[in-house]
């Protein structure tokens, strides 16, 4: 049996375009055009960006890895910690949030104003300074972040990086991660907020345990609404990694500062820094894309 449906003839993009959509356009080309003309004729920069590329790729001494993708994969480590600390220290601050117990709801609720109305940088400072320097050694792990003399084998290194930087890893994860539990403790709570109260007396007529209806019932449609701004948040989290380069952790804007210092490539390098976030934010972006379209065919089974 043949079918009667006839695919309609796709469009081109161009022919899609308003007469809004065109204005918009010859203004953006019309702003890229004379930021070019003022910098061919205003900005007196010798542009080398061969000698740029070959610095970037340009190996240690020892032949270890360049120190350019060196501070990549420690942005990506401090990333992929940071968000997994993060992620699971905010549901819990969110859920505590809605709790009926004050002991729970009062200090969650404290510490995410008290992050969300402190600036980034003046928490780093906060934290490393005050804090870091006494949580090591009360929780017991001075002798593993500071005085760690065994060898590490390269899964270790990948993880957690050089032992002798550990502390400043350590440091570095818990205090992008603390700040953004605060924002993500919030999208979890209005995420959840926001599913009707019809699902929640549907859940409770069927006798469900309050676990259980947390788990088939409400999250599964919270997360739906939850992840377009955890993905924002945890693309942030990429980006505000950078701030934690102040208090001497080598990753991607440190070293991409020492290196545009000691060579005088200031735009090149700095320009294959943003780059660099770029492709992990981007990479995020798309991964998250991924999970809110699997989240949608699940609720529309």
Same mark, same amino acid.
């Given at each position: 049996?043949?079918?009667?449906?006839?695919?309609?003839?796709?469009?081109?993009?161009?022919?899609?375009?308003?007469k809004?959509?065109?204005?918009?356009?010859?203004?953006?080309?019309?702003?890229?055009?004379?930021?070019?003309?003022?910098?061919?004729?205003?900005?007196?920069?010798?542009?080398?960006?061969?000698?740029?590329?070959?610095?970037?790729?340009?190996?240690?001494?020892?032949?270890?890895?360049p120190?350019?993708?060196?501070?990549?994969?420690?942005t990506?480590?401090?990333?992929?910690?940071?968000?997994?600390?993060?992620?699971?220290?905010g549901?819990?601050?969110?859920?505590?949030?809605?709790?009926?117990?004050?002991?729970?709801?009062?200090?969650?609720?404290a510490?995410?104003?008290l992050?969300?109305?402190?600036?980034?940088?003046?928490?780093?400072f906060?934290?490393?300074?005050?804090?870091?320097?006494?949580?090591?050694?009360?929780?017991?792990?001075?002798?593993?972040?500071?005085?760690?003399?065994?060898?590490?084998?390269?899964?270790?290194?990948?993880?957690?990086?050089?032992?002798?930087?550990?502390?400043?890893?350590?440091?570095?994860?818990?205090?992008?991660?603390?700040?953004?539990?605060?924002?993500?403790?919030? *999208?979890?709570?209005?995420g !959840?907020?926001?599913?009707?109260?019809?699902?929640? &007396?549907? $859940? #409770? =007529?069927? /006798? %469900?345990?309050?676990?259980?209806?947390?788990?088939?019932?409400?999250?599964?449609?919270?997360?739906?609404?939850?992840v377009?701004?955890?993905?924002?948040?945890?693309i942030?989290?990429?980006?505000?990694?950078?701030? *934690?380069?102040?208090?001497? !952790?080598?990753?991607?804007t440190?070293?991409?500062? &020492?290196? $545009? #210092? =000691?060579? /005088? %490539?200031?735009?090149?390098?700095?320009?294959?820094?943003?780059?660099?976030?770029?492709?992990?934010?981007?990479?995020?972006?798309?991964?998250?894309?991924?999970?809110?379209?699997?989240?949608?065919?699940?609720?529309?089974?």
């Amino acid at each position: 049996m043949q079918s009667n449906h006839i695919q309609a003839p796709r469009v081109p993009v161009w022919k899609k375009l308003n007469k809004l959509d065109i204005t918009l356009l010859a203004l953006l080309g019309a702003f890229f055009a004379w930021i070019a003309y003022r910098s061919s004729i205003g900005i007196h920069y010798q542009w080398d960006w061969p000698r740029a590329v070959e610095l970037i790729f340009t190996s240690g001494k020892s032949g270890e890895l360049p120190y350019f993708f060196q501070g990549f994969i420690a942005t990506l480590r401090l990333s992929l910690w940071g968000i997994l600390f993060a992620g699971i220290l905010g549901l819990l601050l969110g859920l505590a949030r809605r709790s009926s117990f004050t002991l729970l709801r009062l200090p969650a609720q404290a510490y995410i104003q008290l992050v969300r109305n402190i600036p980034p940088l003046v928490f780093v400072f906060i934290f490393y300074f005050f804090i870091s320097s006494q949580l090591v050694p009360a929780i017991g792990l001075a002798d593993v972040l500071r005085h760690h003399d065994g060898d590490i084998n390269a899964f270790q290194a990948f993880l957690f990086g050089p032992a002798a930087l550990w502390e400043n890893v350590f440091s570095g994860v818990l205090c992008v991660g603390l700040i953004s539990a605060a924002y993500i403790a919030e *999208i979890v709570r209005s995420g !959840i907020d926001n599913i009707a109260k019809g699902q929640w &007396e549907a $859940a #409770n =007529s069927l /006798g %469900l345990t309050g676990w259980d209806r947390f788990r088939y019932v409400i999250f599964p449609q919270a997360l739906t609404g939850i992840v377009p701004p955890l993905a924002g948040q945890f693309i942030s989290l990429v980006k505000d990694s950078s701030i *934690i380069s102040l208090i001497s !952790i080598q990753e991607l804007t440190f070293v991409g500062s &020492e290196m $545009a #210092n =000691s060579s /005088g %490539l200031i735009f090149e390098i700095w320009l294959l820094v943003g780059a660099g976030y770029l492709v992990l934010c981007l990479g995020l972006s798309i991964l998250f894309s991924h999970l809110e379209a699997r989240s949608q065919r699940h609720l529309q089974r």
